[in-house]
């Protein structure tokens, strides 16, 4: 399997050093609000690429930080009145349940940053010891950028040529130099009961530390792969490399991957820019997780891709076509035809990741069993979609619908038949946003869990 690092910016075949298992890192949620589906974008590739070193015979262990202290985290639990804690589990929940309705495999470790301040107090104080770290005045700790070796490495900028630059502008920083970062921030009025106890006072850890030491934790010095959005590779991955490199002397991470940002009219969705919707805004207005993760994952990581509602529509139609197809699809001996398609299936995501061209040679295995039927490919889709996760299985696994959800496709139909095609519509936004997806047909509602209709 081939993928690209942005580290060598270079085509390597990835592999485990242990032989064995994939040890990767994922840069994870600020949990002080619902994620959005430019997030989602990042969950999604790293969940195909797990899927694909799975796919591939090799095992995966992943870890994905959560982080639930920052000034984010710390702005809206204050502006609340409520704990830190409380303030936080609200999103951690919610992060979960979108996961899921994106039927995005679960990680093996979700750290979170709060359960990790004494890891995270012990790696600051192994750079005090290398002196390359030092306390200011205020007591907060920061990285001396500038006796780092390397440091640019992975953003590939010259810091060397740019340092008099750099050292203009100081004057007004507690900093000895405007590039180093703060490993340790020193508590503040607006910080409130927000705080912990350090040999250099009483603080909170920088956001960088926390995944240096939350990923070294779980997955050792030295690690195979890590990964998140484009946006994190300058300064945030510089400086995990920095700070883990500088305490152990040895190399932090082998592989690097980046996605792509979701935009929206050309430009980076976020919540900055107030552009973007959230996964429920996308499930209140109908569309299902699995047309989300279609959209989410059918481009390439490493291009842009614009989000549009046109491409849910475009979805909707694929997956509808897929859908009708599996349902001609058997077990039994798979023929040649089929097998071709598989393997050009997977020489595509072998191709770092080329889910366009996969998704092609699924579409193209759709056309040949519509013209020649589909005895023997079920295992063909099967196998394809322990990649892609958006095939349904046929209707037959049917579950029970809880009373919550009885009730309102109760009240849904009783509107249908007024004809109240606003109240179907709202009441089809309350059952999505409960997590269950309702279709008409012929015979009336059919109601299946969000996470079945990924499935
Ligand atoms: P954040 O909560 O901002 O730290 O972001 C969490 C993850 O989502 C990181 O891996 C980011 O790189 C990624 N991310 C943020 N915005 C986008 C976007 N518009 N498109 C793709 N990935 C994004
Ligand atoms: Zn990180």
Redesign the pocket.
């Known amino acids: 399997m081939k993928v690209f690092n942005s580290l060598t910016r270079g085509f390597v075949e990835l592999s485990p050093v242990d032989g064995e298992t994939v040890r990767m890192y994922t ?4 949990v002080y609000n619902f994620a959005h589906i ?2 989602f ?2 969950y999604a590739f790293e969940d195909v690429l797990r899927r694909a070193v799975k796919f591939n015979g090799m095992k995966v262990k992943q870890v994905m930080n959560l ?1 639930d202290v920052d000034d984010k985290t710390i702005r809206g639990a204050n502006a609340a009145g409520v704990p830190l804690a409380d303030y936080t589990r609200r999103y951690k929940e919610a992060f979960f349940a979108d996961l899921a309705r994106l039927n995005i495999e679960p990680a093996e470790v979700y750290p979170a940053a709060t359960d990790h301040i004494p890891e995270m107090i012990a790696l600051v104080a192994r750079l005090m010891e290398k002196g390359i770290a030092y306390r200011s005045e205020d007591g907060s700790v920061y990285f001396k950028v500038r006796e780092f070796p390397g440091y640019g490495r992975l953003a590939h900028i010259d810091f060397d040529s740019q340092r008099t630059g750099l050292r203009c502008a100081a004057d007004e920083y507690d900093k000895e130099n405007v590039g180093d970062f703060a490993l340790w921030k020193a508590w503040e009025e607006s910080d409130g009961p927000v705080g912990w106890d350090s040999p250099w006072g009483r603080g909170r850890p920088g956001w960088h530390i926390e995944c240096s030491a939350m990923s070294m934790k779980y997955l050792g010095e030295t690690f195979d792969l890590h990964t ?5 590779l300058f300064p945030h991955h510089e400086n995990e490399i920095a700070q883990a490199e500088a305490a152990t002397g040895k190399e932090f991470v082998r592989v690097w991957m980046h ?1 792509a ?3 929206v009219n050309g430009e ?3 919540k900055s820019l107030g552009n973007f919707f959230t996964l429920r805004d996308l499930l209140e207005k109908g569309w299902t997780g699995r047309e989300i993760r279609f959209v989410l994952i059918n481009a390439h990581y490493r291009s842009g891709l614009n989000f549009a509602f046109d491409a849910l529509e475009n979805a909707r139609r694929a997956l509808a076509r897929v859908d009708a197809c599996v349902e001609k699809a058997t077990d039994g001996e798979t023929p040649g035809w089929a097998s071709e398609r598989l393997d050009e299936f997977t020489a595509a995501v072998n191709d770092d990741l080329n889910l366009p061209k996969a998704f092609a040679a699924l579409f193209e295995l759709v056309r040949d069993v519509n013209g020649k039927g589909g005895g023997g490919t079920l295992p063909v889709f099967r196998r394809m979609d322990e990649v892609l996760g958006v095939i349904f299985f046929g209707r037959a696994a049917k579950t029970e619908l809880p009373e919550e959800v009885r009730r309102l496709l109760d009240l849904r139909a009783a509107a249908r038949k007024a004809r109240d095609w606003g109240e179907s519509d709202r009441l089809r936004g309350e059952l999505a946003a409960l997590g269950w997806s309702v279709k008409d047909s012929r015979g009336g509602q059919e109601c299946t869990r969000a996470v079945d209709a990924v499935k």
């Open positions: 840069c994870g949620p600020t430019g997030n974008r990042a982080t998140g959005g484009i946006d994190n996605c940002h979701l935009r980076k969705m976020s």
